[in-house]
């Protein structure tokens, strides 16, 4: 089942994360992640985050929790994971498992 990683973030004023993008797609994809969307922000359709917005957005998709897992544990990228870090300001890492309904959802929700 796919498990995905939602990345909302500021771009720091340096070139770090640039850096970051050249390197970020090769080690995503040798642990079988791909990025599925990519966006910045065009403003805001209401509701309450409860967060400040971020200027950017990236979804990723991974086979699993464990392929997300030993993306972040790769020795390979010892040096590439600061560059993702110095780069952004304000970043949200939010991980979701896939569902194919809402069920398991309400299950454990029995108030509603």
């Known amino acids: 089942m796919s498990f995905y990683a939602l990345n909302l973030f500021d771009l720091a004023d340096n070139d770090l994360y640039r850096q970051y993008s050249r390197r970020s797609a090769q080690a995503v994809n040798k642990h079988g992640g791909r990025v599925i969307a990519l966006g910045k922000l065009a403003g805001d359709a209401g509701g309450d985050a ?15 929790r464990e392929a997300f897992d030993a993306f972040l544990e790769d020795p390979e990228n010892e040096d590439l994971h600061p ?28 108030d509603i």
Do not use: A, K, Q
């Open 50 to 64: 409860g967060v400040e917005p971020r200027s950017v957005m990236i979804l990723v998709e991974w086979p699993s």
């Open 83 to 110: 560059l993702r870090e110095g780069g952004t300001e304000n970043y949200l890492w939010w991980l979701y498992e896939s569902l194919e309904d809402l069920r398991p959802i309400f299950r454990d929700r029995p």
